[in-house]
């Protein structure tokens, strides 16, 4: 199984953390969202002792809270140590919500509202993530107001192109993500920062990319994000004691994706770190990583209930599901690859070649194509796995469907953290 928290069970089912999902199906109804709170902690736990094993605990992990953003996410994740990055006010009011303390918050995004930045200053947000000129000034405007000084790092492009799709590349110069290094803005955002009277630089970030399968980017990107903190020494003479260097770490979807185990990108990136200040005569900074699709992605399935099958000789067998596009549209948006099969039948051979359809009307409403599963029939209960990230978070009410419950596992107990939605909950905000 391509998680470890997945097995087929001696009924022959598929169970997450102890439990039976088909047996979950039938209670909760589908489809469904399933996160195992085992999983999410094991990898949570894997990173906070990178840190102790690779830098001495001089630094932190912090959850990109975008990949799966809800109360009790957010609580777990912040339980095991890690800080939360929040991409909008609706990402920083949720783990606010949730008891995460605001210093531990790292607030991103390329284009934040005045009243966003006005939120996470009057919270005290621990770190505003400053992606451009202009919102530097307008964090140092809005701190002014406030009477108070703004904890900021600036969000750097560091021209490094990442093997990834299309869409969830950042790293490059055309990027809207960040201030481009190569030009020389990024020195010049560190001089402007660092003149202002109601911000205090902490330091650099960077994020190349999302799904990356290889460790090489990540070890170029921390180079060239030391080699600009030497140079803001040299030039500035002040010695920044912060750098983020991202999120971006690939997980398995197939068998197929050749994900590299987190141990082996923090041990490459780490000695790239110690060996470069050493040599540029730097303390070391405090490191963060920024993870969002590795701490979730593979502590979650999806159930669904199967419908109407559809087989045209010759061309293709639809087989066609209870969700679709609206509760995962991420086949839709980047073809993503999915390990799909029959949880009730989990043990039978997968020899059945499906087109997974979901119910919106589109004909691109597909969760995957030409994919093996067992040989279904209505009413199977089909699990699609690896949607722990950017299923939930990504989700939304087209045709009016009803985004499903979530429900968290945990050594064969299960609980929902999120609730079904209901009718009356798509009408609540029509007038
Ligand atoms: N930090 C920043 C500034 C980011 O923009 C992202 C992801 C992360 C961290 C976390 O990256 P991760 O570890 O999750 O790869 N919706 C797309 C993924 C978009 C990622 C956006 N930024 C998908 O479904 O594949």
Redo the contacts with the bound molecule.
């Keep these: 199984m391509i998680s470890p928290c997945l097995e087929v069970n001696e009924r022959g089912h598929l169970a997450i953390s102890g439990c039976d999902t088909v047996e979950l199906a039938g209670q909760y109804g589908t489809p469904l969202y399933v996160m195992s709170e085992d999983e999410v902690r094991r990898v949570c736990r894997s990173y906070v002792q990178s840190f102790q094993k690779f830098y001495g605990g001089h630094g932190c992990p912090i959850y990109?809270s975008?990949?799966f953003s809800c109360k009790e996410i957010c609580r777990i994740v912040a339980s095991e140590g890690l800080d939360l990055?929040v991409v909008s006010g609706g990402e920083l009011y949720t783990a606010l919500q949730a008891g995460v303390a605001a210093e531990r918050e790292h607030f991103?995004g390329n284009n934040k509202s005045a009243g966003e930045i006005s939120f996470a200053i009057e919270s005290g947000v621990g770190d505003i993530v400053v992606d451009s000129f202009s919102e530097l000034q307008m964090v140092e405007r809005i701190a002014e107001e406030h009477n108070t000084t703004a904890q900021i790092s600036l969000r750097v492009k560091p021209g490094i192109d990442a093997h990834t799709h299309d869409f969830?590349r950042?790293g490059q110069i055309d990027s809207k993500f960040g201030i481009d290094l190569v030009s020389g803005e990024a020195m010049e955002a560190v001089r402007q920062s660092l003149g202002l009277e109601h911000v205090h630089l902490k330091g650099l970030h960077c994020?190349i990319g999302?799904?990356i399968l290889e460790v090489e980017p990540f070890v170029h990107a921390a180079a060239v994000m030391l080699e600009l903190l030497a140079k803001v020494k040299e030039e500035l003479g002040v010695e920044l004691g912060h750098l983020n260097l991202?999120?971006?770490?690939g997980v398995h979807y197939t068998e197929q994706d050749n994900a590299v185990p987190y141990e082996d990108y923090m041990a490459a990136v780490s000695a790239m770190v110690h060996e470069k200040c050493e040599k540029l005569g730097l303390s070391q900074p405090k490191i963060y990583i920024?993870?969002?699709?590795?701490v979730v992605a593979e502590a979650g399935i999806t159930l669904y209930t199967v419908g109407t099958i559809k087989e045209i000789p010759g061309v293709r067998n639809f087989v066609s599901i209870d969700g679709g596009m609206f509760e995962n549209p991420?086949y839709a948006l980047?073809q993503a690859e999915y390990t799909c099969l029959l949880a009730n039948r989990a043990g039978e051979p997968a020899d059945y070649i499906a087109t997974i359809a979901g119910k919106c009307c589109e004909s691109g409403d597909l969760i995957q194509e030409h994919t093996p599963i067992q040989r279904p029939e209505m009413g199977n209960i089909l699990a699609v796995l690896t949607t722990g990230?950017?299923n939930y978070s990504?989700a939304s009410n087209y045709n009016r469907n009803l985004k499903p419950p979530c429900v968290m596992v945990s050594q064969g107990e299960s609980r929902i953290i999120i609730k079904g939605e209901t009718y009356e909950d798509l009408v609540r905000n029509d007038v």
């Design positions: 990109a975008k990949a990055e991103q969830i950042t994020h999302s799904q991202g999120g971006g770490f920024e993870p969002g699709r590795s991420r980047y990230a950017y990504m």
